[in-house]
């Protein structure tokens, strides 16, 4: 055989093994890209996404106004916890501007199942959910009231069967709680296998009372008796509850957006409360987009996925675009073409920011640079 048909032979046969390793070869990586985009202002599946509840025999019943224009949160897509990526797919999403390919373990930790991941995305959801209505209520001088209540249960541990997720605890011991935090202290003041006496308004009738835009009555606690056992990371009591902060609004909000998880919505879901309660076309008709965590006093946290979610924005029409400050820097490397990133630290910054839209002051936007 001819010396240069050989090694046409030998780099062909070398081409094809290589082209079916990276075809077949697992990589330790998962793939992000753009996901849906929702108006906060608008409908998902026929239902209003906010839903403000003005009752007529609401005794401070709030008034609802039109909107106009979008107030998007947007969302990110993820390859499922079961999905194995050859290197020809890595190498295909590092190569693409709408993906992005990251190490599997920060999206699914080793330590906890697909399950346990879906569960705290929607608890970190429903949270943000409440903190997003708090911030949206003290920033129109609403009243809320806070409490601390049992966010989950562990099966199997002492509590199971005794305490039930939305029961608000007053108190541990007969000590007042301060805080969530404050619950966990005091419990931890045990030894393990000692008893906690926890006083508590049983959820059914914290439900019924925000219904009726109260507080849970005092009248309705009651006391019970939780055993403790041995935390297995530090040896510390444990009841196996996880405490969360509640609240009490004059009035129902009621938001309606499926499939969602995580707590990166806060910002527009309050933003889309106050401009439906207020009458100020918050966005002048314009077409802004962001994202954002929100805390009971309206101060924005950073999220991940960022530069997904700018580029999912800008494909649906978006030409504003809400950042936290902490991600303004990783956005603004990567911006899309005609997206105007704007700096937001707190609610306070995002009012002003779209006051500054609607009004035609954009020159006036504290914008994102790059580092």
């Not at 046969?13 to 077949?24: D, K, N, Q, S």
């Not at 990526?85 to 590092?94: C, E, H, I, P």
């Amino acid at each position: 055989m001819p010396r240069r048909t050989a090694t046409l032979l030998t780099s062909a046969l070398l081409l094809i093994t290589m082209f079916c390793v990276g075809a077949l070869l697992n990589v330790p990586y998962a793939e992000m890209s753009p996901g849906p985009t929702v108006n906060t202002l608008g409908t998902h599946d026929g239902d209003p996404v906010l839903n403000v509840k003005d009752e007529p025999d609401r005794k401070g019943r709030p008034e609802v106004y039109d909107t106009s224009g979008n107030l998007n949160m947007t969302t990110v897509r993820v390859t499922s916890s079961e999905y194995r990526m050859t290197l020809f797919g890595a190498l295909s999403g590092w190569l693409r501007h709408d993906s992005l390919v990251v190490p599997h373990h920060t999206l699914y930790p080793d330590d906890k199942s697909a399950q346990e991941v879906d569960e705290q995305n929607a608890e970190e959801f429903t949270a943000s959910q409440e903190s997003a209505k708090a911030a949206a209520l003290k920033e129109l001088d609403l009243p809320v009231s806070t409490h601390i209540l049992v966010g989950s249960v562990e099966k199997g541990a002492p509590a199971h069967k005794r305490l039930h997720a939305g029961d608000v605890i007053t108190a541990v011991d007969g000590t007042p709680v301060g805080g969530a935090q404050s619950v966990g202290k005091l419990v931890t003041e045990h030894k393990p296998g000692e008893k906690v006496t926890f006083t508590v308004i049983p959820a059914d009738r914290v439900k019924a009372a925000q219904k009726r835009g109260e507080k849970p009555p005092a009248e309705d606690a009651k006391q019970v008796t939780v055993g403790t056992r041995k935390a297995a990371d530090d040896g510390r009591a444990v009841v196996g509850i996880q405490p969360a902060v509640g609240h009490t609004f004059p009035f129902e909000i009621d938001i309606k957006l499926a499939d969602i998880g995580g707590p990166s919505a806060g910002l527009m879901f309050a933003l889309g409360i106050v401009d439906k309660l207020t009458p100020a076309d918050l966005t002048g008709g314009k077409f802004v987009a962001g994202t954002g965590t929100i805390d009971d006093d309206g101060k924005v946290g950073e999220i991940g996925g960022i530069q997904m979610k700018t580029v999912g924005a800008r494909k649906k029409g978006a030409e504003y675009f809400l950042t936290p400050a902490g991600n303004c820097a990783s956005a603004a490397k990567d911006k899309p073409e005609g997206l105007t990133l704007v700096k937001t630290a707190t609610i306070d910054d995002a009012l002003g920011a779209l006051k500054k839209i609607r009004s035609g002051r954009t020159d006036e936007l504290t914008r994102c640079k790059a580092p």
